[in-house]
């Protein structure tokens, strides 16, 4: 056997020489000097050679171990060179690979994506397509391959989401054909296949006894305390639930009277200030005893430095037993439908608090400005209404950290 004070040694000579270790491995000295490992074995009768490299580069152990390696593939009956050379070849069509084509084409589209979107679209990709579908080169996926991926998000009573993730494989698809990686779209022939979406209105209740029970239903089962907490800021403020999830705190003004959501966060592209009720600002002086030292408000219960999941809300509302009764997003409609109700000549004002499109920006932005004070009044009206004789939040603090 050999040592590595051998190896060492090894000088040139006037003829390539070599010097045997054991199980076919040797190592062959070139008149130049160079030190090459060699492996000598015989498959299907005909004798054969590997080479793994040049000493002092590749150890002694190093090449031991590819050794052993290939004895393992010559006892399992396959040829050690062959599958070699599939590995090499499979290590350069990683850019075939449905997951390295689908990170271009995000990238490819983050200019004009949103930074929440991108995540969401990412996180997407990352849970329920990479897995199945992640290393796969495009041309070897069939349009029965992507549909078990998305029947498997379907089962799991996210029918939404299985359409955005078809929708999101077919645009890497035809990404890749464009750049010539790719031939077909296997995801966009089995739309058909899909169960029906019910679309319609979001389900919203629209009694405040009925809103004020859901609060209690909601509390009372474990949860994690950031969702409980996200739970109530969401109804008090009636904004768009992607808008909490991913919540800064440096979006909060300095007495948490107000928060300034931006733009590029915002459907209208607008930033909207939503005034805080002393309710919202005892939520926030509540979850900033978790939360207070990262950057995100109501953050991912996993990552502090990531967004709460868009699917966290929806579950625990599920969990209290109010799945088709009450979505998140439907506390604007049990907002927009009990204040216009009590207030029916306010509709203009609710309709900023909702932060609802307005074509005229000369218009809209006076409103903003002019209104403030009024909306601060119903936003505190709005939650005296819903929160009466809710818990204090600092309560819920308490509740187990069960999703």
Known sequence: MLTDVQLRRLT??????KLSDTGGLFILVQTSGSRLWRMKYRFGGKEKLLSFGAYPEVTLAAAREARDQARAEIRAGRDPSLTRRQ?????KRVDKQLRHVGEKWMEAQSARWTARHAEDVRTSLERLAWPDLGHIDLDDITAPMVLETIKKIEAGRAKETARRVRQRLSAIFLFGMAHGLGTHDPASVM??????LKKGRQPALIDLDALRQLFRDVEAIPAHPVTLLAMRFLALTVVRPGEVHAMAWHEVSADRATWVIPAERMKIRREHVV???RQARDILNAVSTLTGRGPLVFPNARWAHRPMSENALGYLLQRAGYAGRQVPHGFRASFSSIMNEHYPHGRAIIDLMLAHSNQNRVEAAYNRALHMERRQELAQIWADLLMSGAADPVTLLGSGLIL
Do not use: T, V
């Open 12 to 17: 040139p000579r006037e003829k390539p020489y």
């Open 87 to 91: 590995r090499q070849a499979e290590a």
């Open 191 to 196: 739309k058909g296949a899909l169960a029906p």
């Open 275 to 277: 005034p805080l009720s």
